[in-house]
């Protein structure tokens, strides 16, 4: 994790920290860094709504991806913040107008190590997208997300799929 992208994320989460001269964030509250992993999350679902830029600010230069979802095998093999924004833009391109909102609350379990949140972050999302007549179809899921040095290093993700329902009512 390099000092621009850890700053970059705590900046956009308006975290307070003091920087370590070696690059490594040394002042964090519990609520700073359970601010982070909701923060990380936003920024997951907000990458997964189009804005790819992300990927490359709060992915690991490798990771892996855990899909359980049928039709999703493609992303088995995407290791790189580039690999995932371009599988994302394609997964868009075959679903106009979807679109992913968090729900219910985050599980933030992440503590500093070596200065950085390392840990895991979990919450439930809302996808929705128009069926061919225009009406919104939703579909509920979770992902947690392992954070390791600041980044995203792995993640799961389970959907109720094509003849699924949501979570909340």
Known sequence: MNLANLANL????????LAHP??????????????????AYDQWTA????????????????????YAQAGTEAFDDVRTPQ?????IAAWHRGRRGLRFVTEG???????????????LVARPYLAT??????RPVAR????????????????????SGAAGRTFYR
Do not use: C, Y
Request: aromatic share 4%; glycine share 10%; net charge negative.
């Open 140 to 159: 509920s899921g979770t992902d947690t997300l392992r954070i390791t040095g600041g980044l995203i290093s792995e993640v799961w993700s389970v959907s």
């Open 10 to 17: 705590a900046n956009l989460a308006n975290l307070a920290h």
């Open 129 to 134: 997208v128009p069926d061919e007549d225009g």
């Open 105 to 119: 609350s985050a599980v933030v379990d992440l503590a500093l190590v070596d200065g950085t949140p390392t840990g």
């Open 47 to 66: 990458m997964w709504n189009g804005d790819l830029d992300l990927a490359e600010k709060i992915m690991a230069p490798e990771f892996v991806l855990r």
């Open 83 to 87: 690999q995932l924004a371009d599988i």
């Open 22 to 39: 070696k690059g490594r964030m040394i002042l964090m509250s519990d609520n700073d860094v359970r601010q982070f992993g909701i923060h």
